[in-house]
């Protein structure tokens, strides 16, 4: 059973739609990670919470300890935001990151 | 900012070649981290090292592969006879205990 999971696997959005992004876990955690990932391969922290939520430009993560599940939200999106988003979770704060599958996303004009 | 840098960004290798990656950490980090993800699938973890040994390492990271720290700035994953399977994006990550990870650019392989 894979630890992380995400939902969608694949979303299409019109350009200036609200996007949601979930993600479930089932193991007990320090932290867990938002990541994009663009077609060229190169990975980019989004952001690494522990509790509540965090903002960045249009970009908003939440997480739920209690039920294991965080989101990932993007206002206002763009074509440019068209990547592979990534959650990911560590189990303490020295340790590897676990990955999930990904959400590719694309954003049509 | 900071930056985790590797090198090659891409290689290609003859099945059954050495091949070295290489990766420059941020330098007041600790932690290091090798990750590969093979063509259409997720991220999966090989070893992780610290201070100067591997802390942990996946059922992946056999004895065809090996780390080191050799200067105290690089970090090199070595694969010593590669096989057509270890085709994939190698990720290279740094950490602060407790801090962010960073991610590398990724080397980019291809076994033939």
């Known amino acids: 059973k894979n630890e992380v999971e995400q939902s969608p696997q694949n979303l299409t959005a019109q350009e200036g739609e609200f996007i949601t992004i979930n993600c479930s876990y089932s193991v007990g955690i320090s932290a867990l990670h938002w990541l994009q990932q663009h077609p060229g391969g190169g990975i980019v922290s989004l952001f690494m919470l522990s509790s509540g939520k965090k903002k960045h430009g249009r970009l908003i993560a939440t997480i739920n300890i209690q039920e294991k599940h965080s989101s990932l939200h993007i206002t206002a999106s763009h074509p440019r935001d068209s990547a592979v988003y990534i959650c990911a979770v560590e189990k303490t704060s020295y340790d590897k990151v676990i990955f999930g599958p990904g959400t590719s996303l694309s954003v049509i004009p | 900012e900071p930056e985790v840098t590797q090198t090659p960004s891409h290689q290609v290798t003859q099945m059954g070649q050495e091949v070295i990656l290489r990766c420059v950490p941020i330098?007041?980090?600790?932690?290091f981290y090798w990750y590969r993800q093979i063509l259409g699938q997720k991220v999966e973890f090989l070893v992780s090292?610290?201070?100067?040994?591997?802390?942990?390492k996946s059922e992946i990271f056999d004895d065809q592969f090996s780390v080191e720290r050799p200067d105290g700035s690089n970090f090199t994953l070595k694969i010593r006879s590669t096989k057509l399977e270890d085709s994939a994006m190698y990720f290279c990550?740094?950490?602060?205990?407790?801090?962010?990870?960073?991610f590398g650019p990724g080397t980019r392989l291809l076994v033939l």
């Open positions: 090292f610290y201070n100067n040994e591997i802390s942990e």
């Open positions: 330098s007041n980090h600790l932690y």
């Open positions: 990550a740094s950490r602060t205990t407790g801090g962010d990870q960073y």
